[in-house]
């Protein structure tokens, strides 16, 4: 069966700092994978995906994230984290021929201190 | 262009109610879904759309029936409505079904049973 772990469900950093919120996934095949950020009372928004292609990931805002199939990882990275950055991250799994479903991880909540 | 659409944005029932809520998109996409999100577990499919005429159970579908009305629309319909449900319900859409695409979220719509 498919999942989706994430390893933080809190993470605080100060402003400039780098970011790393961690993923790990379990799938049979090659899955696609996704990171979409939540700001509070907002919708979802998309900030990068895998889709077999390259195996680093640039994403919206500065972000980026590394597709390791030995690992069965897919860690989010930020150089240098701003205000704005503080939201909910899901990483998100979408299983090989599975109608498009989507498969959440528990979400991190990325907190930046001044 | 509006893309996905949500009514309503609030809604607070009382046990045994019943109500549907609504899920629109203007993207001629094929595929639609619906999700619930509750604090700490990320976002659980309940019920999905492959195309129009089609629906399926997600990982959580008991207490809820969808109705794909025609290929914009998707809507999520709670017979008796149990202090469970309450929750934050996002309706999502893609192109084709395919677990590399990307799909777009609607704002949501915040449930409360009491």
């Known amino acids: 069966a498919q999942s989706v772990t994430q390893l933080d469900s809190h993470v605080s950093v100060s402003e400039g700092t780098p970011v790393l919120l961690r993923c790990n996934y379990s799938s049979s095949y090659s899955p696609s994978l996704f990171w979409y950020v939540q700001h509070p009372n907002k919708g979802l928004q998309l900030l990068l995906k895998?889709?077999?292609?390259?195996?680093l990931v640039k994403g919206i805002n500065g972000f980026e994230a590394e597709f390791k199939k030995s690992e069965t990882s897919f860690h989010l990275t930020k150089p240098s984290a701003h205000m704005s950055d503080a939201a909910e991250y899901f990483c998100?799994?979408?299983?090989?021929?599975?109608?498009?479903?989507?498969?959440f991880g528990q979400g991190t909540e990325l907190s930046v201190k001044p | 262009n509006a893309g996905v659409t949500q009514t309503p944005k609030f809604q607070v029932l009382k046990t045994g109610q019943s109500m549907t809520l609504q899920c629109a998109q203007d993207?001629?996409?094929?595929?639609m879904y619906w999700y619930r999100q509750d604090p700490g577990m990320g976002l659980r499919l309940i019920y999905y759309?492959?195309?129009?005429?089609?629906?399926d159970k997600g990982e959580v579908p008991n207490g809820y029936n969808v109705s794909r009305l025609n290929k914009r629309e998707f809507s999520l319909r709670l017979e008796s409505a149990a202090p469970s449900q309450t929750s934050v319900y996002f309706c999502a859409s893609i192109a084709r079904g395919q677990g590399y695409e990307t799909q777009y979220f609607g704002p949501g719509t915040r449930l409360l049973v009491l």
């Open positions: 759309s492959a195309s129009e005429g089609t629906t």
């Open positions: 895998y889709t077999s292609a390259a195996t």
């Open positions: 998100v799994v979408s299983p090989y021929n599975q109608g498009g479903k989507l498969i």
């Open positions: 993207m001629n996409h094929n595929s």
